[in-house]
């Protein structure tokens, strides 16, 4: 009941020197790190006299209360709102615009910097106050580093959560200033705090474009980039954030894979996670996508996050969701990549071992998705069934009897045409003359309604099966070669022609995309005409000819042609889905020093400043601050959620 005696002193009392002796005491009181009494004091019935007397214009007595309501905003959103209903903004903006002193002004910046924090309610009502202007203002007037910290710092509160998010025009007003923080400054606390409040903005599902566009301006993302290749935690966190909320126009930047990459490597596990969760989004983009990744290294180290069982299920779980969504675009290619990979397989295996939330879901998922392409592909899907045979994973999905390993195992059996068990069907692969022949009389049309375009580069028999099927009533001009550039093939290749490579037949082109094939003729064939251009883009119909040229040798190619584009695209998911943190934490209690003149109040308490953050070489003093007890929560449900 200690802190509710001095408060009452402090109430009684008509002696100015008794009264602030009692409330410097009560500072302290609030000041602990364990339980501080914050609620004793509230019913103490003292926040009304704390708010008038940071009127005053008594400069010790104005600082003794600001620095009281500021611990007490540091507490729950029930005991911040207590400062609300008493008016405590109408009493910062007074004294950030009329300040007692420069102590005054600073203890109230980081009572409204605490009170944005709070939650959407309370940032929205500092931000109707206008202390989005004033703290604008104030970075602006030659504030030392220290302050300034703390400025940034509550403009990134300004600038926090989502439900709802800050108005719009207060978004526009802040963001500026924030990018000319980070492009401009060296510090790692304000570029922390900067880089955060483009995290929180663009972490909403509904970001307004302008906002979206001051956040992904192309020097911004590389500079931000070039932050985090200093690999320190506190800023590659933040930087992983921002490209995670705007992966749709960053993932293409030259640097983001590499840097998701380095993070999905360290030995830092919150750095590590957040890699995973990028990633997996990224994936889910496009085939190109999932291509940047694997040439950057990012699926290989994604697989050594699998394997570590030292790291949390949460970790595990969603480095298994970016391999789940490298295999939702059913692509020949990516999948025999993916195969390539060395500690995948034994990663999926201790996943599919693992409880559901270390990613056992999405590593089962991931083998139908790959199954399921590989069906029209015999050779790819017996080598996969072979590696997950040698790596353990068909003997535990024998074990394990549930409805997914059933699934997985009857694709493992199924032939190509998916109806029959391996090794008890008949050849799926016929000459393309058959083929042809077959076609022609089971659609009951003539064999001279058929085109044919044979493809291949030289030397692969397109001449000698065009001869063999002189028996047939095929008519010549309705059958081609082609071989060389592949924008020269999309061009040759048309709706309703029989694929066919090397004397083996595939299926009827169903699709043309006919703004690709525009564009293939405008680079004009040759040259450079192939960069850019896919042919998984262009054409529907068989598989996928530059994936088997690129899978097989040349001379155990059996099918041919032009894949279907038949994606199960990749799932994406916002940070409101997981659970994960918001972010740095949006509070900070006022630390107190054991200072003997309260005049020098301003020097301890910015010097206080700097030791709520870890990387400060001022050693901790004895008394504890409502932040670093916050900061202890923090970490005590991040290791509850990894557990």
């Known amino acids: ?81 207590v400062l609300l209903d008493h008016d405590v903004m109408e009493c910062i903006v007074h004294v950030l615009r009329h300040p007692v002193s420069d102590e005054a002004r600073d203890q109230a910046v980081w009572l409204a910097a605490n009170i944005a924090g709070d939650g959407p309610q309370a940032r929205n009502v500092a931000l109707a106050a206008g202390c989005a202007e004033l703290f604008l203002h104030w970075t602006e007037a030659g504030p030392t580093l220290l302050q300034l910290r703390t400025l940034v710092w509550g403009l990134a509160n300004m600038c926090r959560y989502r439900n709802p998010p800050p108005p719009l025009d207060k978004q526009l007003l802040i963001l500026p200033r924030i990018v000319q923080f980070i492009l401009t400054n060296k510090d790692r606390e304000i570029l922390r705090d900067a880089l955060w409040a483009l995290c929180y903005v663009t972490s909403d599902s509904k970001c307004p474009p302008e906002v979206r566009q001051i956040c992904c301006d192309d020097a911004l993302i590389t500079h931000c980039l070039a932050l985090a290749e200093g690999q320190v935690p506190k800023l590659c966190v933040p930087v992983l954030r921002l490209v995670d909320s705007t992966w749709k126009d960053t993932w293409r930047h030259s640097g983001v894979a590499a840097i998701v990459a380095w993070a999905a490597n360290s030995s830092d596990e919150i750095l ?70 060395q500690d995948l397989f034994p990663g999926l295996l201790l996943s599919l ?70 090794g008890d069907a008949e050849p799926r692969d016929q000459t393309l003359t058959q083929a042809v022949e077959d076609l022609s009389h089971g659609e009951g049309v003539p064999n001279r309604s058929v085109n044919v375009v044979l493809i291949g580069g030289g030397g692969t028999g397109k001449t000698t099966t065009l001869k063999s099927m002189q028996g047939l009533d095929f008519a010549q001009e309705r059958c081609s070669t082609r071989g060389g550039e592949i924008s020269a093939l999309m061009c040759e290749v048309k709706q309703g022609q029989l694929v066919g490579f090397r004397n083996v037949a595939s299926e009827l082109i169903s699709r043309v995309d006919q703004a690709v094939l525009q564009r293939a003729l405008e680079l004009q064939l040759g040259c450079d005409a192939d960069a850019g251009l896919d042919l998984n883009n262009f054409v529907e119909g068989a598989l ?18 032009l894949r279907a584009l038949d994606p199960m695209l ?3 998911r916002s940070r409101g889905d997981d659970g994960m ?63």
């Open 1 to 81: 009941m200690a802190a509710q005696r001095l408060a009452q002193e402090a109430m009684q009392t008509n002696e100015s020197g008794d009264r602030l002796n009692a409330l410097a005491k009560l500072r302290r009181l609030l000041s602990q790190a364990k339980d501080p009494p914050i609620q004793e004091a509230i019913d103490s019935g003292i926040v009304p006299l704390l708010v008038k007397w940071a009127l005053t214009k008594e400069a010790t007595l104005a600082m003794e209360c600001l620095w009281i309501l500021t611990n007490i905003a540091s507490g729950s959103s029930e005991q911040c709102s």
């Open 272 to 341: 590590c996670r957040e890699a995973c969760f990028v990633a997996s989004n990224i994936a889910g983009i496009s085939t190109e996508a999932v291509g940047v990744l694997l040439s950057a290294g990012v699926m290989q180290n994604i697989a050594s996050v699998l394997n570590r069982i030292d790291l949390g299920a949460k970790i595990r779980y969603e480095a298994s969701y970016a391999v789940m969504n490298c295999s939702g675009w059913k692509n020949v290619d990516l999948i025999v990549a993916l195969m390539q990979i």
């Open 353 to 422: 071992r693992a409880l559901a939330g270390a990613g056992c879901e999405q590593a089962a998922t991931f083998f139908l998705n790959c199954l399921r392409t590989l069906i029209p592909v015999p050779p790819i899907k017996t080598a996969f069934v072979e590696a997950m045979r040698q790596h353990g994973i068909y003997d535990h999905l024998q074990q394990t009897g549930s409805g997914q390993a059933a699934e997985i195992l009857s694709l493992c059996a199924e032939d190509a045409r998916g109806d029959a068990p391996m």
């Open 544 to 561: 996928s000819f530059m994936a088997m040229k690129m899978i097989l040798r040349e001379d155990e190619l059996q099918l041919a042609a």
């Open 570 to 572: 990749g799932e994406s």
């Open 581 to 643: 943190d918001d972010g740095a934490p949006g509070k900070r209690g006022m630390k107190d020093l054991p200072i003997s003149d309260p005049s020098d109040a301003l020097s301890a308490k910015l010097a206080a400043a700097s030791l709520f953050r870890p990387s400060a070489p001022m050693p901790l003093a004895a008394d504890k601050t409502a932040e670093q007890l916050h900061f202890s929560r923090i970490e005590s449900l991040q290791q509850q959620r990894q557990q």
